[in-house]
């Protein structure tokens, strides 16, 4: 049981043909945050019951075509659109953010990386929205030190549609500058992540997973779901959910 | 119905920079052919489609680019059909 006596938040995890940050995904929910958590076979039709959806990073169908085309055509991404338009909270981390712009659930697209080179390593992302769920319990301008590990991450959306986007973080050196050395893949205006306008989509390429144990070098992940945990657990967040379905994302 | 060999070309949109483009620019300049001017690089997608006749065909076919084929956020595409 959660505070106040409200239900545990059940998180859910997608698993496509191809997924591979899965299992990651669920053992910090399940086992560093104790909340229930499932994993969602890409064949499901419903998500009843879960109040957080989380598509995981990997290469969802052997990012074929474009990274995430194919994935985004999966049975289960009708339920989660279904789920999302209800004000149901969703996170897309990596290839699940890929998935989810190609499925018009955020605006925007992932294009191969300026370096033309897959990119591991830690970067710096300031944040610029914390009036979201997902970000709740951080500052504005906070800087977050985190993973980042992949091919397709440079943002794009047409100049016209940059001033509309809820940019939600953008990489950052470590004093939280932005600047074009600390922008890794060529992202426009350095967009690390977004949200939909309603704010209850987030799509992210750095993964909040690898860096919730001080074991792996780093705590910072923590503090996104924290922040969905403590926002599932106040009472006005079923209300909200329900003022959220009579908008249209 | 007849077969029809459909062609589809993808491009990246004129205002998308091709980093992969430009890669392959640098190398034809390194190999002497300096008189390429600029290298766009894209997909060629074929299909073999059974339908009644060739407009049907590229109406559906243009269906299946602007929902699967390509993206049009950042991509153009040209139907050829015989």
């Known amino acids: ?26 053992h910090v929910i399940k086992h560093v945050f104790d909340q229930g958590c499932e994993f969602v076979w890409h064949e499901e039709k419903s998500l009843g019951g879960l109040n957080c959806v989380i598509l995981p990073g990997g290469f969802s ?23 999302a338009l209800s004000g149901g909270l969703v996170i897309g981390i990596c290839n699940g953010f890929q998935i989810l712009v190609e499925a018009g659930l955020l605006p ?40 980042i590990a992949h091919g397709d991450g440079n943002y794009f959306a047409p100049p016209d549609d940059i001033r509309d986007l809820n940019v939600v973080f953008r990489y950052c050196n470590r004093g939280g500058r932005i600047t074009p050395e600390s922008n890794p893949n060529g992202s426009i205006e350095n967009i690390a992540g977004i949200c939909n306008r309603q704010g209850n989509i987030l799509g992210m390429m750095p993964h909040p997973e690898r860096c919730s144990e001080e074991l792996l070098g780093g705590e910072d992940g923590r503090l996104i779901f924290e922040s969905v945990i403590s926002w599932l657990e106040r009472p006005e967040s079923i209300r909200e959910i329900k003022t959220y379905s009579r908008t249209k994302v | 119905m007849k077969e029809f060999i459909v062609k589809i070309e993808v491009k990246l949109k004129p205002i998308i920079l091709d980093p992969q483009g430009k890669a392959v620019l640098t190398a034809l300049h390194n190999l002497g052919y ?32 602007k929902k699967l084929l390509a993206n049009p956020v950042i991509e153009d595409f040209v139907v050829k059909v015989d």
């Open chain 1, 1 to 26: 049981m959660g505070i106040r006596g409200l239900k545990m938040p059940n998180f859910g995890v997608v698993v496509f043909p191809g997924s591979n940050c899965d299992h990651d995904c669920y």
């Open chain 1, 61 to 83: 169908y052997g990012d074929y075509l474009r990274t995430g085309a194919i994935a985004r055509f999966s049975p289960v991404m009708k339920a989660v659109e279904k789920f």
């Open chain 1, 108 to 147: 925007g697209a992932l294009m191969k990386n300026s370096s033309l080179k897959f990119v591991c390593k830690w970067v710096n992302i300031r944040v610029e929205n914390n009036n979201t769920p997902f970000t709740h319990l951080m500052k504005m301008g906070d800087v977050l030190r985190i993973p």
């Open chain 2, 34 to 65: 300096d008189e390429v001017q600029e290298t766009r690089i894209g997909k060629l997608i074929e299909l073999k489609v059974k339908d009644e006749n060739a407009e049907n065909v590229k109406e559906r076919v243009q269906e299946m680019c």
